[in-house]
C-alpha cells in the first residue's frame, strides 16, 4: 500500500514537472516569437551577413520657379572592383588586365586618375581638377605632405598607401620621397609587371587602377573606402560579358547619375563629379563626414551651392543567410532620396535671353569676346534669367571638357557672375543720385555743356562735342551729358560717390548663392592695390563710369532693381524654396532680405525715371517699337565703355518695363560690341519674350501646375 501511494505520488510529481516545463518552453516560445520578436533590420545580429553593399541615394530634382524640371536622375551601371576579394596579386593584376582588354573591344573608357603621376613618360606628380586636367606638382614632398591652415603636416593618400603596402623586405625606401618615375618602377616592381609582356602605357594603366584598389583595400576606414568604381555607364553586353566570367572581385550595381533636362542655364546649373583627392581629405577630418570616396558631389553652380539640399543619404544592402541557410536582403538603412530644389529662374526666359545673345553677339563683335544677360524680378531681386555667352551643354560637359577649356572664346566662364566690365554711363544714374544726397545738387539746378570740362586745367571732352547746352538731371539723364556728371563728380568726391555706388550694391557681394566676382569701385584704396596713384581730379573719369570701374551684368541689373525700387537693395537669388523628395514638406522658403538702402527722394527717382524713359527716342533706338505700341514703355540707359587706347567698346545696356509699374529689370553687356545703344536689341528682344501672350499663358499655366 505504502509503495503503491508513493508511485502516485512520483508519477504527479513527474506529471507536475512535465507540465511546468511545457509550461516554460511555450512561454519562451511566445516571448521569443511575439514579445521580443527580432525586429528585421537587427536581425543580421543573430542571423549571418554573407555581403554588405553601400546603396548610393539619389540626388534630389532642381526645377524652374514653376516646377519645370531640369536636372533629376538616370540609372546607370558601373563595375566595382574589391582586391580583397580577387586573389593573391598575379590574381588581381591578372583579372584586372582582363578587364581593360574587355574595355578597349567594348570602348569603354575606365577610371584610373586617381594616381597623383602624369600620364605618360617621363613621369611627374600631377594634381588633377574634376575634368582630368593634368597639373604639375611644384615639388616632389608635396606629393607625400600637404599643410593645413593651421601649419600642421598631414601625410597624402599616397603616402599613407606607401607606409602600408610598399614598406615591407619586399618593397623599400624608408623615410626619403622619391621622384614620380621611381614611384612607377618601385610600383612595377611590387606587382611584378616586369614578368608581363606589356607596354610602358599599359604598366601606368594597369598600375592607376590598381593604386584606386589598394588605397580601399585593407583601410582602417573601411566603411568610408567603398569598393573602387573601375567604369561608368556600361552597357548590356558589356554586363553579360562580365556576369558570365564570374570573376572574384568583379561586380557590376546600379547607381544614379544626373540626368539634365535643358540645354540651357549650364553655367546655373553646374556639374556633379567625383571627390577630388584634396576635398577628400577635408572631408575626412570632419567628424560628422558622411560621404565616402566613390560619392559624386557638386562641383560647381547650382549642384555644389545647394550640395547639403539635394544630397541623399546613401543606405546599405546586406545579404542575410538564416541559421537554415536561406539568403535574403535587407536595406539597414534604407538610402534616403535628396531634397527638391526650386530655383527663382523662368527657363524658357533663360532660353529667351540664350538666343538672343547667340543672334546678336558676334554680329556686333565679330567673335571679338563674349557676352552676358541678367534678367531680375523688381518685386524681391529673384533671378528669372542669367545667361552667358558663348555656352555649353551641361549634359556633355566631361566629354567637351577639353574643347571648351581650350577655346579662346572662353566658354567655360559665366560673364554674368564672375565677368567685370566698366559700367559705362549707365552708371551716371549712381552720380546722379550721390548729387543729391549729399547736397551739391538740387533737382532745379542746370549745367551749361559748351562740349568740354576744365579739369584743373585739363579739357575733358563730352561725347557732343557741340555741347547740350543747359540740362537739368533729366535732361542730362537723358542726353548722357558728360560734363553735367564731370561737374558733380567734382562737387561729390570719390568717398562720398563710393559710398552711393556700394549703397547701389556696386563693388560688393549681390548675395547670389552662386560664386560671384565682386567687381571694383574707382578711388585712392584699388589704385593703391595695385601700385598706381590716385589724384583727385580722377573723380570726373569715376563719376560717367570710367577709371577703375568695374562691375558684374549682375550688379548693374541689382542697381537698376534697387533704383526703381526707390533705394531699397534686397539680396538677388536663386534659390526660391526646398522641398522634401515627395515635395510633401516644405524644407526652406527663401525670404527677401534688405541688404542697404540708398538715400533716394521720391522725387529725384521719378526726374531720373523721366530722363531714362526718354532714352530710347532720342538715342533713336528702333529695337523697342512693337514692345511700346503694345503699350508696354521702356526705361534704359546706356553705357559705351572704352577700352583702353584701342578703340573698341564694351556695349553696355540697362532697362526696366513697364515704366510706370517696374516688373522686370535687364542688363546686357557685349564685349568689343560697340556703342550702348548697339546691344539693345538684346534686352528688347528679351523683354519682348517677357510680356508677350504667349509667355504671360504659360506663366499662368505653370503657375496653377506647381508642385505641390
Known amino acids: 500500500m505504502n509503495e503503491k ?56 530634382n532642381i526645377t524652374d520657379r514653376y516646377g519645370r524640371l531640369l536636372v533629376t536622375n538616370k540609372a546607370e551601371y558601373v563595375v566595382t572592383l574589391n582586391v580583397d576579394e580577387m586573389g593573391d596579386v598575379d590574381q588581381q593584376v591578372q583579372t584586372i588586365l582582363w578587364l581593360m582588354e574587355l574595355c578597349k573591344k567594348s570602348d569603354i573608357e575606365w577610371n584610373e586618375n586617381e594616381i597623383p603621376v602624369s600620364s605618360s613618360a617621363p613621369y611627374h606628380y600631377v594634381s588633377r581638377d574634376s575634368s582630368g586636367k593634368e597639373t604639375k606638382l611644384k615639388n616632389i614632398r608635396s606629393a607625400y605632405e600637404s599643410r593645413n591652415e593651421d601649419g600642421t603636416i598631414t601625410e597624402t593618400r599616397l603616402s599613407r598607401l606607401c607606409a602600408r603596402i610598399l614598406n615591407t623586405d619586399k618593397f623599400f625606401w624608408g623615410s626619403v620621397y622619391i621622384d614620380a618615375d621611381h614611384f612607377i618602377k618601385n610600383m612595377s616592381t611590387y606587382f611584378r609587371l616586369d614578368q608581363l609582356n606589356l607596354s610602358e602605357k599599359e604598366k601606368r594603366q594597369l598600375l592607376g587602377v590598381l593604386y584606386s584598389c589598394y588605397l580601399r583595400q585593407g583601410a582602417s576606414d573601411r566603411v568610408l573606402w567603398t569598393d573602387y568604381y573601375f567604369a561608368e555607364d556600361v552597357d548590356i553586353d558589356f554586363i553579360t560579358q562580365v556576369k558570365e566570367a564570374q570573376r572574384p572581385g568583379v561586380d557590376i550595381i546600379p547607381v544614379s547619375v544626373r540626368d539634365y533636362k535643358t540645354p540651357y542655364a549650364a553655367h546655373l546649373l553646374g556639374q556633379v563629379g567625383p571627390i577630388s583627392a584634396e576635398k577628400w581629405e577635408e572631408l575626412k577630418q570632419n567628424p560628422d563626414n558622411t560621404y565616402n570616396m566613390n560619392n559624386s558631389i557638386g562641383l560647381s553652380g547650382v549642384e555644389a551651392a545647394f550640395e547639403s539640399y539635394l544630397r541623399g543619404v546613401d543606405g546599405k544592402e546586406k545579404v542575410i543567410r538564416d541559421p537554415s541557410g536561406n539568403l535574403s536582403k535587407l536595406y539597414d538603412p534604407a538610402p534616403q532620396i535628396g531634397n527638391n530644389v526650386t530655383l527663382t529662374l523662368d527657363i524658357d526666359l533663360q532660353q529667351a535671353a540664350e538666343e538672343a545673345l547667340e543672334e546678336w553677339t558676334y554680329k556686333l563683335n565679330d567673335k571679338q569676346g563674349g557676352s552676358a544677360a541678367v534678367v531680375i524680378n523688381v518685386k524681391d531681386s529673384s533671378i528669372l534669367a542669367c545667361a552667358s555667352y558663348p555656352t555649353f551643354n551641361a549634359a556633355t560637359y566631361s566629354e567637351d571638357y577639353k574643347e571648351l577649356s581650350e577655346d579662346s572664346l572662353l566658354p567655360l566662364l559665366n560673364r554674368a557672375l564672375l565677368g567685370i566690365y566698366a559700367p559705362g554711363s549707365t552708371y551716371k544714374i549712381c552720380t546722379g543720385t550721390a548729387s543729391i544726397s549729399t547736397g551739391v545738387n538740387d533737382l532745379s539746378r542746370t549745367i551749361n555743356c559748351t562740349g568740354r570740362y576744365n579739369n584743373h586745367g585739363t579739357y575733358q571732352k563730352c561725347w557732343k562735342t557741340s555741347g547740350h547746352g543747359y540740362d537739368d538731371l533729366s535732361d542730362a539723364i537723358r542726353d548722357s551729358c558728360n560734363v553735367y556728371f564731370y561737374t558733380m563728380g567734382t562737387e561729390i568726391g570719390i568717398e562720398r560717390l563710393n559710398k552711393v555706388a556700394r549703397d547701389y550694391g556696386l563693388g560688393v557681394h549681390t548675395g547670389v548663392e552662386l560664386a560671384e566676382a565682386v567687381g571694383v569701385n574707382a578711388g585712392p584704396e584699388f589704385a593703391e592695390s595695385i601700385g598706381g596713384t590716385w589724384y583727385s581730379g580722377n573723380v570726373t573719369s569715376a563719376a560717367i563710369g570710367q577709371s577703375d570701374n ?60 523721366i530722363g531714362m524713359g526718354q532714352v530710347i527716342e532720342i538715342d ?24 583702353g587706347k584701342t578703340k573698341r567698346y564694351n556695349a553696355m545696356f540697362v532697362a526696366f518695363a513697364p515704366i510706370e509699374n517696374p516688373e522686370i529689370v535687364v542688363c546686357t553687356a557685349i564685349e568689343k560690341g560697340g556703342y550702348g545703344a548697339d546691344s539693345s536689341g538684346i534686352a528688347a528682344q528679351i523683354m519682348e519674350y517677357y510680356f508677350s501672350e504667349e509667355a504671360t499663358l504659360e506663366r499662368i499655366n505653370a503657375e496653377n501646375q506647381l508642385i505641390s
Do not use: M
Open 620 to 643: 533713336k533706338i528702333p529695337y523697342f517699337k512693337d514692345l511700346e505700341a503694345s503699350g508696354i514703355k521702356v526705361g534704359c540707359k546706356t553705357g559705351t565703355a572704352e577700352l
Open 5 to 60: 501511494k508513493l508511485l502516485y505520488t512520483r508519477s504527479a510529481f513527474v506529471a507536475l514537472l512535465l507540465v511546468a516545463l511545457g509550461g516554460i518552453f511555450l512561454w519562451l516560445c511566445y516571448d521569443a516569437t511575439v514579445v521580443n520578436a527580432i525586429d528585421p533590420t537587427t536581425s543580421s545580429a543573430v542571423n549571418s551577413v554573407t555581403a554588405s553593399t553601400t546603396i548610393q541615394a539619389s540626388r534630389g
Open 550 to 609: 568695374q562691375f558684374t551684368p549682375l550688379q548693374l541689373a541689382s542697381y537698376i532693381a534697387t533704383f526703381v525700387r526707390g533705394g531699397v537693395r534686397y539680396d538677388a537669388h536663386l534659390l526660391k524654396n526646398v522641398k522634401s523628395s515627395d515635395n510633401s514638406e516644405l524644407i526652406y522658403e527663401h525670404e527677401s532680405e534688405i541688404l542697404s538702402t540708398v538715400d533716394l527722394p521720391d522725387a529725384v527717382r521719378k526726374e531720373i525715371t
